[in-house]
């Protein structure tokens, strides 16, 4: 409802209600409006609203924005009017050609909605897609071109229904993990562990039919929609329903469609990426994570939750199944295994009959890496395509050159803002810092020393120009955050792999998460090194976890795939255990080492971060939190810091950050609840912006 603040009218939310209140008569004003006639969000839905600022230690408030759509967030209706742009008659006999010679921009809109017909096209997906039509429009409405209406938003059409293809037989290890899924429609959190390609979206998507079939609805969480859309092709084939999408890439009226749909129960499927684990479902059934150890998962400003955790929240509070997927399970799942709170279900081998990966290293102390790229991968790339498959070359990076460094003096280009590397940028001649997005022009001679500068190291850019030199007849495609950043730009790509479309495939993460390329049968780890020797206590785990996914693009189907990895420390420990032990060693390795030396999932984390624009305000700041602590701490705490950050300027202000670790969880939240409104009421809190992180993942 709108209500009075001030001199102006706000949104406010209603989250409960009472007949008496501690405030005088007369601080008490009337609202203004009532926006919506019915509540947008169940009780269940504010309990989980509730618990998440409870755990979070964030406003309630902020919790709730969090959880709406835009549009409802500002205070329009549930079922709001779209302002929608059709062509007139008038318009549509125009020659375009001719009005194109002398007003292109009104051209360009007038062509668009010639070619939409009379149903016209919403303001708002003009907006996406000619960011300043309406300048263009006011000529157009003025000649009587075009013409402007206002139609009630229309509800979500599951119409595209399409016949869903047959359910694949099942494996008995398959069969063995839908039996225990089918155990019980009350909740009940299971792990579906199974390597890449074991049938894992298999099992799942048949244990989702059965609650459609129930009338249930189904939430599927995935961590980039843009990035898997070979997922949500394969929901919507196999299952024959068009999933209601939740993500980033719609345009504020869709989203608003979707959660509706959602709220209502009409959509039986909705798919969405981290936020839509708040969506209000009319009916629910079933929630699932797909490639539960997925960083996206995890908000990493503001409300700094997890929707992974708040997953298995959820479906405790509404009483249903919750099935996590991945490859390499994260060792907070593990543990909920193995104390018996969550059922952990196997899938050791690939489905299908094809065969696991064989993985190899290449020692580039023996044979070095001209240009990023070894003799043995460089012969191994040869014969993959040679025998006609597809290679996927891997780097963990993005840019041509992760730093410039000077070859005389050793100075490195800097940010001036961060204390952090600058990333060149060979195509745009840039040096860009990655963290505040401070950009110049590529030096060429040493800030320091004043000699000539080359950049150094192998980006995905200088790789691919590697490769085109060495084959210069193969079609060779790279993938990442650069080269993908326009609308729709991963999906082309992605297919056009998929069908064959590229010899070879230079990409970074983003070529990681869960594709299935049908061709691909060598994987070459470039830069495998920088993991090795992290000081995040989840470094093994988060290097097991990007070579094992990697890795598992490669034969996919009846050939055998390879994987060869590029290191110059091929004695190191955690070569042999991946090797010969895979993920579930490493995983062990990594349970035993958290356990002996106290961290998670053994015990619980908490960061405070501050930042400030003098280094002692920040650490100051913390100082104090440390103190008030100090009064209330046992020994289930410890206290780690004040310290700087990892990055101790970012943007122009100096970063510091004070580690809780606790073996009792609810001591460290009840602690926290009393740390907060302490904090706030500090005077040194006006000088510093600062945040808690409950279970933060990225901490050195
Ligand atoms: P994951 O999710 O574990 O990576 P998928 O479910 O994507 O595995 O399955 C990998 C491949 O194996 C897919 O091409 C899938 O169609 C196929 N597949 C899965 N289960 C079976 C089965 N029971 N029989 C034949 N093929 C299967
Ligand atoms: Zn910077």
Redesign the pocket.
């Known amino acids: 409802m709108l209500v009075p603040f001030g001199r102006r009218r706000q949104l406010g939310l209603v989250l409960g209600h009472s007949n008496e209140s501690s405030l005088p008569a007369g601080k008490i004003r009337r609202c203004n409006e009532i926006v919506d006639e019915s509540p947008l969000l169940t009780a269940a839905d504010l309990r989980l609203i509730r618990f998440t600022s409870d755990y979070y230690h964030h406003p309630v408030g902020e919790v709730v924005a969090a959880a709406l759509p835009a549009l409802l967030r500002h205070g329009k209706a549930l079922h709001p009017t779209v302002e929608t742009i059709a062509v007139s008659d008038v318009g549509e006999l125009q020659d375009i050609e001719t009005l194109a010679g002398r007003a292109p921009k009104q051209a360009e809109l007038l062509e668009a909605l010639i070619d939409a017909g009379g149903t016209g096209i919403e303001a708002d997906r003009l907006t996406e897609e000619l960011p300043n039509w309406r300048r263009a429009a006011t000529a157009l409405f003025k000649k009587g071109y075009i013409t402007r209406f206002d139609v009630r938003a229309s509800d979500f059409d599951e119409s595209l229904t399409i016949a869903a293809a047959d359910d ?4 008995d290890d ?1 069969q063995r993990a839908i039996a225990t899924l089918r155990s019980s429609n009350a909740f009940g959190a299971y792990l579906i562990d ?10 799942y ?1 048949q244990r989702m039919r059965d609650i459609i079939d129930q009338g249930k609805q189904v939430l599927v969480l995935a961590p980039e929609i843009g990035l898997t859309p070979q997922l949500v092709a ?1 929901l919507r084939n196999r299952l024959g329903i068009e999933p209601a999408l939740l993500h980033s890439g719609l345009t504020d009226i869709e989203r608003l469609r979707a959660w509706r749909a959602a709220r209502s129960g009409a959509a039986r499927l909705v798919v969405g990426t981290r936020s839509a684990i708040f969506t209000p479902l009319g009916n629910p059934g079933l929630i699932v994570v797909d490639e539960e150890h997925d960083h996206s998962f995890k908000q990493q400003e503001g409300l700094r939750y997890s929707a992974r955790d708040l997953a298995i929240v959820r479906a405790k509070h509404l009483d249903i199944p919750v099935i996590l ?1 991945s ?1 390499t399970p994260t060792m907070e799942m593990l543990k909920h295994c193995r104390d018996g709170n969550y059922m952990h279900i196997r ?1 050791p081998v ?5 065969q696991p990966p064989s993985m190899r290293l290449i020692d580039t102390i023996r044979t070095p890496a001209t240009n990023g790229i070894s003799q043995p991968l460089s012969d191994a790339i040869e014969s993959h395509l040679q025998a006609g498959g597809q290679v996927l070359i891997f780097l963990n990076r993005r840019g041509f050159a992760p730093t410039l460094i000077c070859a005389s003096c050793g100075h490195v280009a800097g940010c001036e803002r961060c204390d952090s590397r600058l990333t060149v940028h060979a195509r745009s001649q840039q040096l860009r810092c990655h963290h505040c997005g401070a950009t110049r022009v590529l030096d060429t001679r040493c800030a320091e020393c004043g000699e000539a500068v080359k950049p150094l190291g192998e980006g995905t850019q200088r790789l691919e120009e590697t490769l085109r030199t060495r084959f210069p007849d193969k079609t060779i495609t790279r993938v990442d955050s650069d080269s993908t950043q326009k609308k729709g730009a991963i999906r082309d790509v992605l297919e056009q792999v998929t069908q064959g479309g590229a010899d070879i495939l230079v990409g970074t993460q983003m070529l990681s998460k ?1 594709h ?1 390329f049908p061709k691909l049968t060598l994987v070459g780890i470039v830069n495998a090194d920088q993991g090795l020797f992290g000081t995040d206590f989840r470094s093994a785990e988060r290097m097991a976890q990007s070579i094992v996914q990697v890795a ?1 693009r490669a034969g ?2 009846s050939r055998r795939g390879e994987v060869l990895i590029q290191t110059a420390f091929p004695e190191h420990p955690f070569w042999s255990t991946l090797i010969e032990g895979g993920y579930e060693k490493v995983a062990d390795e990594a349970l035993r080492e958290r356990e002996a030396t106290r961290w998670p999932p053994f015990t619980r984390l908490a960061l405070i971060r501050s930042a400030a624009h003098r280094h002692n305000d920040a650490l100051e700041f913390l100082e104090v939190a440390k103190r008030y602590l100090a009064q209330r701490v046992d020994e289930t705490l410890r206290v780690l810091g004040p310290v700087d950050a990892p990055m101790a300027r970012k943007a122009g202000r100096y970063r510091a950050q004070l580690l809780l670790q606790g073996s009792d969880r609810h001591i460290l939240h009840s602690l926290l609840r009393e740390l907060r409104p302490a904090l706030e009421r500090e005077p040194g809190a006006r000088k510093v912006r600062w945040s808690i992180d409950v279970d933060p993942i990225e901490l050195f």
């Open positions: 694949l037989t099942l494996n398959q199974g390597v890449t390609g074991s049938g894992k979206t298999e099992v998507l394969r997927g490859a899938l690939r489905a299908g009959g094809a869960g299935h598992g996919r189907e």
